[in-house]
């Protein structure tokens, strides 16, 4: 069946570096996604990551994608308060995204 | 600007009433999405439609219906059939199958 796993909730420290983990499905998802939330808000975009690749980086962000065990993190390095939000982790179905249910992310001075 | 516009940012419904939310594209996308988000859980799909006047139902379509006949706008009827309105309400749109999808700013629904 289609499940989209996220740890739900993460706190770091200020100038740390954070990791959010998910799990996904289907391995023929052409693409995996990060978006981020902000309260009261839209989902906002961070990256995506094309299935045949392994990494990808992107100024703070990188993805790491392990298809063999369809594991894929998002790594944000030096951590800010304006990074506190829920990332959500969504792979590309048929005709549509799944997403899972989200990881609510708390940045502590 | 390209974007996605939904209306109104705040809805309240009355026992019995139906009430449509909007959403509206200016990417010349041909695909649009409505999904629903409660508190604390991902978003789950209402209703999708990936070319004009077709649509079809998502994972949680009853209580709801829509429309497409422009490409774009897809709004969003919440019925009296909908016993569990309260929610935060998303509209997307995407280019093509299997790519990026862009979110609206929402429109949080709440019963008197």
């Known amino acids: 069946g289609e499940d989209v796993e996220q740890s739900l909730f993460l706190s770091v420290r200020e100038g740390d570096s954070s990791v959010i983990n998910c799990t996904y499905t289907?391995?023929?998802?052409?693409?995996l996604y990060w978006y981020k939330q902000e309260p009261g808000a839209g989902l906002q975009l961070l990256t995506y990551i094309f299935s045949n690749m392994d990494m990808k980086q992107d100024q703070r962000l990188t993805v790491l994608l392990n298809k063999k065990d369809k594991h894929l993190s998002l790594r944000i390095a030096d951590t800010q308060t304006g990074d506190s939000a829920i990332y959500f982790c969504?792979?590309?179905?048929?005709?549509?995204?799944?997403f899972g249910a989200g990881t609510r992310l708390a940045v502590h001075p | 600007d390209g974007g996605i516009t939904q209306s109104p940012k705040y809805l309240f419904r009355k026992e019995g009433q139906n009430v449509t939310l909007s959403c509206e594209q200016n990417?010349?996308?041909?695909?649009m999405y409505w999904y629903r988000q409660d508190p604390g859980q991902g978003l789950r799909l209402i209703y999708y439609?990936?070319?004009?006047?077709?649509?079809q139902k998502g994972d949680i379509a009853e209580g709801y219906s829509v429309s497409r006949e422009k490409k774009e706008s897809f709004p969003l009827t919440v019925t009296s059939a909908q016993k569990n309105p309260t929610a935060f309400y998303l509209c997307?749109?995407?280019?093509?199958?299997?790519?990026?999808?862009?979110f609206g700013p929402g429109t949080r629904l709440l019963v008197l």
């Open positions: 997307a749109s995407q280019d093509r199958p299997q790519e990026t999808q862009y």
């Open positions: 289907d391995s023929s998802s052409t693409y």
């Open positions: 990417l010349n996308h041909d695909a």
């Open positions: 439609s990936q070319i004009v006047n077709d649509f």
């Open positions: 969504a792979e590309s179905g048929y005709n549509k995204l799944i």
